[in-house]
């Protein structure tokens, strides 16, 4: 039989580069063929075969609810019929931007863009604008999205600065990167006593999904607050991820939980606020929104910016996660599947660790939780590629690539993570 994936990627791969709009889902990391979707429901997708797969990627993450939702699809449909964009404001954007805020409340005003990129960069130029500074923090394993500042990669040395980690970055956009290892707090202090005076912010993934699923400690996410507060910069919770998908609050509101008082300044959020269209947000305090143009010195701007069909999208899934009992039936289901993998692996030996908040899991083949980027990227990558692919003939689809969370939606059900935790199990005794 002829493997439609593969005839489709080469002749993708005639007029896009690598054949693919996003490097991870070429599977170079994984080796093999992508699977093209042809369709998607609940939990699953259909790839050119006709193979069924149960999706753990969700669009990596915003498919919180599962594939076309009734209450959202219905929402598109209607704001479809009304029109797909006027460069205009609406009464919609003011809603999401309403139901946004009363579930984050570290943010009293935020501003809608069209992704995540666009988001992280934005707040990035804020804080700058803000503070009038122009060094910032970052840690090694967090990504803010693709413009140019943030591509930058550990230097040699602590509290260094960083190296371009794309041709095309001039090393003096990054001169102002400073990047450090994840969790260190010596790493921080130090930066901190060198560069304080300078530095516009922190920013920072709470839970960090672009290294898998690695948590910042408590004392260390105390230390980043303590820090910035007493040196005048912004913490920027980068929560594109980890926002509207570990808890209704957001990851901030795991900590706020652990840390009296705690909240960031300003937060970036993507992925689920959209609920699979191409929407973003940043936002914080009215003090330091109000520099944006049009009524501050800090230039932001989109022609798609709150786009009547993505915020009716994103309002819809909100609407349904705000919902009593969905988090605690979704943290249940994505607990199960932690729990039963962990169960599979030490059966059959494999050296395993994993862990889990709300809809978003991560997993190592290692005994502990890694706690840096170094650690993590001392997972097992051939055993994680057989792994991989062993899940992917059992009809089970998560990331291709050892450094990437997974996802479980609403909609994935005992008898899916059931029938993952068996197909896991089957392949665990073969590594
Ligand atoms: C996905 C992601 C981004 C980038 O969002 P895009 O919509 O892909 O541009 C930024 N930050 C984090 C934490 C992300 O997970």
Known sequence: MTDLNQTLFDRAAQVIPGGVNSPVRAFRAVGGTPRFVQRAQGAYFWDANGQKYIDYIGSWGPMILGHGHPAVLEAVQKAA????????????????????????????????VSSGTEAGMSALRLARGATGRQKFIKFEGCYHGHADALLVKAGSGLATFGNPTSAGVPAEVVRDTLVLEYNNIQALEEAFALHGKELACV????????????????????????????????????EVMSGFRVALGSAQSVYAGLIPGFKPDMTVLGKVIGGG???????????????????????????????????????????????????????????????????????????FSADCQGGMFGFFLLPE???????????????????????????????????????????????????????????????
């Open 369 to 431: 939780l890694p706690q840096n980027y170094a650690k993590v990227m001392t997972s097992d990558s051939p055993k994680f590629n057989k792994l991989f692919h062993g899940l992917l003939d059992g009809g089970v689809y998560i990331a291709p690539a050892l450094y990437e969370a997974g996802f479980v939606s609403a909609a994935h059900t005992e008898d899916d993570i059931a029938e993952t935790v068996g197909v896991a199990a089957q392949v665990f005794k073969t590594l």
């Open 203 to 238: 920013m920072i993934e709470p839970i960090a999904g672009n290294m898998n699923f690695v948590r910042a400690s408590v004392p260390f996410m105390k230390r980043c607050r303590e820090l910035c507060t007493a040196h005048g910069a912004l913490l920027v919770f980068d």
């Open 81 to 112: 019929l009304d029109g797909f964009s006027f460069g205009a404001p609406t009464e919609r954007e003011i809603e999401l931007a309403e139901e946004i805020l009363k579930h984050v409340p570290s943010m009293e005003m935020v501003r809608l």
């Open 277 to 351: 269209m191409p929407l973003a947000a940043f936002g914080g305090p009215r003090e330091i929104m109000r520099q944006l143009a049009p009524t501050g010195p800090v230039y932001q701007a989109g022609t798609l910016s709150g786009n009547p069909v993505a915020t009716a999208c994103g309002l819809a899934t909100l609407r349904e996660i705000a919902k009593p009992g969905f988090w605690d039936a979704l943290s249940a289901r994505t607990q199960s599947l932690v729990t039963g993998l962990k169960g599979a692996a030490a059966s059959a030996g494999v050296p």
